[in-house]
């Protein structure tokens, strides 16, 4: 007769032998632990995308240039703002992600529904502004890589709008998404673009971090208000929350929703780092400001060799690709949340033909005027991204306010303390962009 102890050891090899036959052998604590992490990151690489790409459309044309005549005036001296900024950015994108996870809604359609037609028009029609002026942005860029590579101007926007109409009629959101997240992973060529150009890392840090801030100077003003709506920008809002809902994201995926973001925030500000190290180490010991993108990327090739010059003009290419994607694609996605339509890139054309017919036209329009003669392609950059200092804090009022309804959040509703921080921020960079137009002796009195 069996011992209870013996039956259960007996039983316990049975039940071992039974699950080596069906495969299941039970796992150590180590390879179970194991089995979970990969379980774990590939459940994330599911929801991994809609934040990583818009941030780094945040490193669009505007952005680049912005970033390297802050490098080639002032040296590593902005660098600071650029970290500080890493935190408000994902803070904003991330609240854009929640409010897509839980209300499956895009931005303008919860404007819209909570608060009225005028305001979700009203908040269109100022998006609309932005983006048409940032679609050009992308497209000079566009035009300005292609001419170091000798490409006709005609030919590398003409090429490109194809391409992006392509992508976006591909017939998923999972393929455009697939091909936005190339170009994306294509924009790091901007760190061995700055390696290449060796930046001495002391001066980096102590200059870029710890260095003195001549906040008093007008000029060092307006390019802090214009990296900074470099790097916040109203689309971005848009794009990430209807990102989200086509996508299919709901509230369990929040914490991954977080953490794409917060990647996609460091890294592009990361690349803002490159840029300005890049033209820091190069243009500015030179006394070289850049008046066009394209004397910015000739300047660097005589003087951070051949490499480091092309690899900034790829990086110029496809960041501005992906940022002409992103950029009109969120204007799409508002219009017709807004107005109403399909606005799906699981749909097809024929069933959401205001959705694609606006994403389109958009594209179509911005590609042509770049193409007319004489356009000022720095000065209309850097402008853009002074200008979205201004515009963002009426995207930022509605996104506050969708953030605290708890009939949308419920429970995942904002504490007051976020809210207010964001509201701060915004009245901050009001302040910076009214700094901006004052004259320089103003600047000393004050």
């Not at 394209?294 to 690899?311: D, E, N, R, T, W």
């Not at 962009?433 to 320089?440: A, E, F, K, W």
Request: aromatic share 12%.
């Amino acid at each position: 007769m069996k011992t209870p102890e013996r039956s259960l050891t007996i039983d316990n090899k049975i039940q071992s032998h039974i699950m080596l036959k069906n495969g299941t052998e039970s796992s150590t604590p180590s390879t179970m632990d194991r089995r979970k992490s990969f379980l774990k990151l590939l459940s994330f690489f599911k929801i991994f995308g809609p934040g990583f790409i818009v941030m780094i459309a945040d490193m669009d044309a505007g952005s680049i240039v912005t970033a390297g005549v802050s490098g080639a005036d002032w040296g590593y001296k902005l660098i600071l703002w650029q970290v500080l900024l890493i935190y408000p950015l994902y803070l904003v994108q991330s609240i854009t992600a929640r409010l897509g996870c839980v209300s499956s809604k895009g931005h303008g359609e919860l404007i819209r529904e909570h608060y009225g037609n005028f305001w979700g028009a009203f908040a269109t029609a100022i998006l609309s502004f932005v983006v048409f002026a940032s679609l050009l942005t992308e497209f000079i860029g566009i035009a300005a890589a292609g001419d170091i590579f000798n490409a006709p101007k005609y030919l590398s926007v003409g090429v490109s709008l194809l391409i992006l109409i392509f992508v976006a009629l591909s017939g998923s959101y999972k393929k455009a998404e697939n091909i936005a997240l190339i170009f994306a992973l294509s924009g790091f060529v901007f760190i061995p673009a700055a390696i290449a150009a060796r930046p001495n890392l002391h001066d980096l840090v102590i200059q870029g971090i710890f260095g003195s801030q001549p906040i008093l100077n007008q000029n060092y003003l307006w390019l802090i208000a214009a990296n900074a709506g470099a790097v916040i920008m109203p689309w971005m809002i848009y794009y990430q929350q209807s990102a989200t809902v086509d996508k299919g994201l709901c509230p369990k995926d929040i914490k991954e929703t977080k953490i794409d973001t917060l990647i996609g925030s460091i890294a592009t500000q990361v690349l803002m780092i490159a840029v300005i190290a890049l033209t820091a180490a190069t243009l500015y010991p030179h006394h070289i400001v850049p008046s066009t993108a394209k004397s910015l990327a000739a300047s660097l090739i005589p003087l951070a060799g051949k490499y480091a010059g092309y690899f900034f003009c790829a990086g110029l290419y496809t960041s501005s690709f992906l940022a002409a994607f992103v950029v009109s694609m969120a204007f799409s996605w508002a219009a017709t949340e807004t107005w109403g339509g399909s606005h799906s890139l699981n749909d097809k054309f024929q069933d959401a033909r205001s959705f694609y017919i606006i994403y389109i036209l958009f594209l179509v329009i911005s590609a042509a005027i770049v193409l007319i003669p004489g356009i000022p392609l720095v000065r209309i950059m850097v402008d853009v991204e002074a200008f979205n200092g201004f515009a963002l804090p009426v995207v930022l009022a509605f996104l506050i306010v969708l953030a605290s309804n708890k009939k949308i959040l419920g429970e995942y509703a904002y504490s007051k303390k976020t809210l207010t921080f964001i509201a701060f921020l915004g009245i901050v960079i009001v302040v910076l962009g009214v700094l901006t137009s004052v004259p320089p002796s103003w600047i000393k009195i004050l």
